[in-house]
């Protein structure tokens, strides 16, 4: 696709229910980042994934957040039994990993969770 | 410290004024450093790179002062679709791991 895409968009969510954030980041871009975005806040590092490697983990807040990218494209991330306090964007981004446009971050629309 | 902080704002700005942010940065091993604009309740989109030597595109100059680790964002002329909030990033210095500041708004008023 064109850009980065995220789903679902929204989702609300009953406190200890887990969910699952999609992305699927721009064809070929070897990066793939999650960060989280509180109200009034910028985003917050979560996780980085080169191809299928995880490479950076130290952003998630507790072992209740999961991360997987099996095949080095789609990404999900998960929360277990979640709180109040995972309610956020969750943003994904992916970005090249050669040339001028190393390290430029390309965003999708995130996914609103809502934790009720 | 925070790892990255910027100015608080708002900034309430006339249209056609001038307006600059700052950001300063704790670590003084990051490498790579940009400035990104975030709409209300959109994503953020890169805005510019920032080069050591500063760069300049259109309205737009950015500089970065590493021996302050600080960085700066000029908007000349502004214009009513400048509104937005300004986020400084910078990289840990290893990786890609990467620090967004908590942002600046800037409104320009007809």
């Known amino acids: 696709g064109a850009g980065v895409s995220q789903s679902p968009r929204y989702k609300v969510a009953k406190r200890g229910q887990d969910v699952a954030l999609r992305c699927d980041p721009i064809s070929g871009h070897v990066s793939l980042f999650w960060y989280q975005q509180a109200l009034g806040q910028g985003p917050e590092f979560l996780t980085y994934f080169q191809n299928e490697a995880q490479l950076d983990k130290s952003g998630l807040p507790s072992d209740r957040f999961f991360a997987e990218r099996p095949e080095g494209s789609v990404s999900t991330l998960k929360i277990q039994r979640t709180q109040q306090e995972d309610s956020a964007v969750y943003l994904c981004?992916?970005?090249?990993?050669?040339?001028?446009?190393?390290?430029?971050?390309?965003f999708g629309a995130g996914t609103r969770l809502s934790v009720l | 410290r925070k790892e990255v902080e910027q100015d608080p704002g708002p900034f309430n700005v006339p249209e056609g004024a001038t307006v600059a942010f700052n950001c300063t940065y704790s670590n003084s091993a990051s490498q790579s450093f940009f400035w990104y604009r975030q709409d209300c309740r959109k994503e953020p989109k890169l805005l510019m790179s920032v080069y050591s030597s500063g760069n300049e595109d259109g309205r737009f100059t950015a500089q970065l002062n590493r021996a302050s680790q600080y960085i700066s964002l000029l908007i000349r002329d502004s214009k009513l679709s400048d509104s937005a909030t300004y986020l400084c990033v910078v990289n840990r210095g290893y990786g890609q791991n990467f620090v967004f500041g908590p942002g600046t708004r800037l409104s320009v008023l007809p």
């Open positions: 981004a992916s970005s090249l990993l050669a040339g001028e446009a190393k390290n430029i971050q390309y």
